[in-house]
C-alpha cells in the first residue's frame, strides 16, 4: 500500500489475458481453491477458498495497484517494470531478461523469485500440480467449444511462472 502511494505501484494485469489468468490461478490455487472438482464437471467457483482468494484479489487490487490494470494487454506488466515504476510484477523471467539487456542499471535492482505462498501452498504455473491440471484442460475445452474428453493432453505452454520485484531504497 505505501509503495503505490509513493508511486510504484503493483502490476498484475486484471484483463483478459493468459497473465492475468496465470496469476488469478496462483492466488486463487495458493488459497485451496480450484475452478472444477476432480470430477471434471463440477464447478467449484462457489467455495470458501475461492471467495477468500477473491477478497484478497480485491485487497491487493484497491491497496496496491492502479486501475490501468484492468485494460492491460499480456506486455503492460513487462512495461511496468521496465519503466522503474513497478514494484512488483508476477511475470516470467522474461520480463527481467528483457531488461537486462536493455537496462542493466535498473536490472541491478531487481529482484526474481517463486511467487509467494498463500495460506494453503505456494502455486504457479511452475509449481502446478497433476490433479489441477484438470482445470487448465477443462478451461481450454470450454474456450475452443470442444466437448468433454476432447484435447486431453495438456500442451506445454508457459512454464516458470515467477515474481519480479524492483527494490527501492
Known sequence: MKLKAKGFPIGIGLAHHDDSRASWRAIMWSYGGSEVA???????????????ALKFNKALYKDCMTPEVLAWTMRSNNRLL????????????????????????????????????????RRSFRELPRVRRHEVQQERRWRQGLPRGAGRRLSRGRQGQHSATTCRS
Open 82 to 121: 521496465a519503466s522503474g515504476r513497478g514494484s512488483w510484477i508476477h511475470n516470467p523471467i522474461s520480463a527481467y531478461r528483457t531488461i537486462e539487456g536493455s537496462n542493466k542499471e535498473l536490472a541491478d535492482k531487481i529482484f526474481v523469485s517463486l511467487s509467494p505462498r498463500g495460506p494453503a501452498a
Open 38 to 52: 476432480k470430477d471434471g464437471k463440477t464447478l467449484t467457483y462457489n467455495s470458501k477458498e475461492v471467495r477468500e
